[in-house]
């Protein structure tokens, strides 16, 4: 009887003890908001492009919107005119939400004869930046044209009266690309316009004045660096001929009149719209400090029309998909090019193997007709244009086309680039999908033939390979924004085949950890976007109905339209850093070299982990030799090395450790 009571004593103070320990931490999400506005679900009139934090952890989400517009089910009446609030036209908000969802302010671009585009956003220093494409009718202001621009309403009865000479932006005709500064409570502090003139000359003898970043569903990205310059990621249609300028023309000053000259002619009279990747650097006076083209040059692209072996000529397609900055202002670029598309160059036309020179050394490289045409590259510039190295991904198939991958998106964190992308997998076609070399294949999931859903990451300093982590699931595509959280790598991705919408998590190294649903009930729509503040996540997306994730937190967005969707999910956990990763990255680190200085030999040695490959750079990144290893141990010779310092770097499961040395002459 005692030992009853003395057990049953004992476990009542168990209990007791564990009501008292604080519970585990468990994330949960907090709430959810939406817009809406008409048009219809597949003209993504209402979505998000941008989304970030602020210090004190309030919230931006930038993105486009449709006419009737409404917030959380009540209208959004930004101008006491429901003509303009109504016109159902395309336009632009910005908003921003404490950390609790409750909006504080928005601001709005809007006209009422074409649809206005958001490009980009960034938050820093309690300011907020963005860039957008407006229009003013090409005509000289036509009775009923207006635009609303950030709280300003202009008419064409209040333009007509200004001397044509006189007229600047936004007060101008015209089309312009818009960078505006406002300050954290929304007050605009500055704003300028860029209007580009195509080198193509039309009939008449007119060349079309357009925006500096063209519209559509890509990515139009810039930085505000440390010293108030603007850089700007860009595709330019590549129309015209090479004695002809491509001209910016920036906030309508004269004096500002920049003639840009482009190597290479299109073929004259094509339904094809070449285009390449163009970046731009502007001084905080807003003068043009340079433009340039992303693409140098190029070897073995032909086309149908001029067969040659040696190309400048864009005949490509190229795409940027992501941008993102360092401490340093660094600037890592991704996105994919396509060649050999319908009507464009046709892959046996090409002379193997087909390089895309980034600059005079760096390139990128398609091996044959049997690799992909169409490919992802990386590359890291500075704040001056100068490539610093590049990458991207390799894809081989026995059939045309047999794999592909396409980077979605790239966020830089803790001397790593990490990106989301998605590629093919095809058993019997033999396709596959390498990062660096085929010494880093693409991980496979199960049998699966079909799309493979991936993060990617690189080291920030080469550019090199570290690791990568597949989504667990067939059919799974991913979102456009991956985002790093204490060395937790998130990702979103739809499962197809479920019609499963799921955030994913996997250590650096890409060993998956877990997954959580993101809805409930509801549909999902790309694209999707994370954004991460300390132990919490924003998560934004598409939705065509009401949306339910979980805690019963819900969007209740009309049916029939598009919605842009954004929800906070908390986690305590996320605060602090994932246990596991740098602990093994520092075993890596047990690496011996020597001797150092050395005239010679190089011997390299891992006390506890086997080398798989090792490669020498210089100190731009360039890669001088690599080689394979498989052992614990090895040696290289480095008579061909002349003299000077260099970078050793040793990848063994994923991880990779870099060690300085020098050599001295013989």
């Not at 094509?270 to 400090?289: A, H, I, Q, R």
Request: charged residues 20%.
């Amino acid at each position: 009887m005692k030992q009853i009571k003395l057990l049953f004593q004992m476990l009542s103070m168990f209990v007791l003890l564990a009501a008292a320990m604080p519970a585990h931490s468990q994330g949960e999400w907090k709430w959810a908001n939406y817009w809406s506005g008409t048009g219809a679900v597949n003209q993504f009139y209402n979505r998000v492009i941008k989304t970030a934090f602020d210090d004190e952890g309030n919230i931006y989400v930038y993105g486009t919107i449709g006419g009737q517009p409404i917030l959380n089910g009540t209208p959004l009446m930004f101008i006491d005119n429901t003509q303009v609030c109504y016109s159902n036209q395309q336009s632009i908000l910005l908003t921003k939400f404490d950390t609790l969802g409750n909006l504080l302010w928005y601001k709005v671009v809007k006209m009422n004869h074409m649809d206005a585009y958001s490009n980009w956003m960034e938050v820093k220093d309690d300011k907020v930046y963005i860039s957008g494409n407006l229009s003013l009718s090409d005509v000289d202001y036509t009775p009923g044209t207006w635009l609303y621009y950030l709280d300003t309403l202009i008419t064409a009865s209040q333009v007509r009266p200004i001397p044509a000479d006189q007229r600047r932006p936004p007060y101008k005709t015209g089309r312009y690309t818009f960078f505006a500064t406002l300050d954290s409570d929304g007050n605009l502090l500055e704003d300028h316009f860029v209007a580009a003139f195509e080198r193509k000359i039309h009939q008449g003898g007119v060349r079309r004045e357009w925006f500096l970043c063209e519209p559509g569903l890509g990515f139009r990205p810039f930085h505000i660096d440390r010293n108030g310059n603007t850089f700007v990621y860009t595709k330019l249609t590549y129309d015209g001929l090479e004695t002809d300028p491509y001209t910016l023309v920036i906030d309508g000053d004269t004096n500002k009149r920049y003639d840009i000259y482009l190597p290479g002619s299109t073929p004259p009279n094509t339904t094809v719209n070449f285009n390449t990747g163009m970046m731009y650097k502007f001084s905080p006076d807003w003068e043009l400090v340079y433009a340039k083209s992303m693409v140098d040059h190029t070897e073995g692209i032909a086309t149908s029309w001029e067969l040659q072996q040696d190309s400048v000529n864009a005949h490509y397609r190229l795409y940027i998909q992501g941008m993102s900055v360092d401490e340093d202002d660094n600037m890592y670029v991704s996105g994919y090019m396509s060649l050999g598309m319908s009507g464009n160059d046709g892959g046996n036309l090409h002379q193997y193997p087909v390089r895309i020179y980034w600059d005079s050394t760096h390139c990128a490289t398609i091996q044959d007709i049997s690799s992909s045409i169409i490919f992802s590259y990386l590359i890291k510039y500075d704040t001056d244009g100068i490539v610093q190295w590049c990458n991207q991904t390799y894809t081989r198939g026995d059939q045309y086309q047999a794999a592909m991958a396409s980077w979605t998106g790239v966020y830089q964190y803790d001397e790593s680039i990490f990106l989301t992308g998605h590629g093919g997998y095809d058993v019997e076609q033999n396709g596959l999908v390498y990062f660096d070399n085929e010494s880093n294949p693409l991980q496979q999931y199960q049998d699966n033939r079909s799309i493979v859903t991936f993060f990617v990451r690189y080291n920030a300093q080469t550019g090199h390979y570290i690791s990568h982590g597949i989504v667990p699931a067939a059919d799974a595509m991913c979102g456009l924004l991956p985002t790093v959280v204490n060395n937790r790598v998130f990702a979103y991705a739809d499962i197809i085949s479920s019609s499963e919408s799921k955030i994913f998590q996997w250590k650096n190294d890409g060993t998956f950890i877990n997954s959580m649903d993101v809805l409930t009930s509801g549909d999902s729509k790309h694209p999707s976007i994370l954004s991460n503040n300390q132990d919490k996540l924003l998560f934004s997306n598409g939705a065509t109905s009401s949306v339910t994730f979980g805690n019963n937190v819900s969007a209740n967005c009309p049916s029939g339209r598009s919605s842009a969707v954004f929800a906070l999910y908390q986690n305590p956990e996320l605060a602090e850093p994932y246990v596991g990763i740098s602990d093994y990255e520092k075993e890596v680190s047990h690496l011996k070299i020597w001797p150092n200085p050395t005239n010679s030999f190089l011997y390299i040695e891992s006390d506890n982990l086997s080398i798989d490959y090792i490669t020498i750079t210089d100190l731009t990144g360039k890669t001088l030799m690599r080689e394979s290893v498989g052992d614990s141990n090895t040696f290289i010779n480095l008579f061909q090395l002349p003299a000077g310092i260099y970078l050793l770097e040793a990848v063994s499961k994923g991880q990779i450790i870099t060690e300085k040395f020098v050599k001295i002459k013989y």
